[in-house]
């Protein structure tokens, strides 16, 4: 999983994006972790 985001982190860094574009990609992974958690937990 910390491969995927490093990878991630360079895509970005290499897009160069703006602050805007660059915390809506933070929030949707952030928001992605969580969707997996609250997944694992309701099937637990």
Do not use: A, H, R, W
Not at 7 to 34: A, P
């Amino acid at each position: 999983m910390e491969i995927l985001i490093t990878q991630i982190v360079e895509i970005i860094k290499e897009m160069e994006l703006n602050s805007f574009g660059f915390s809506f990609i933070v929030l949707s992974i952030f928001i992605f972790l969580n969707l997996n958690n609250i997944v694992g937990f309701l099937k637990s």
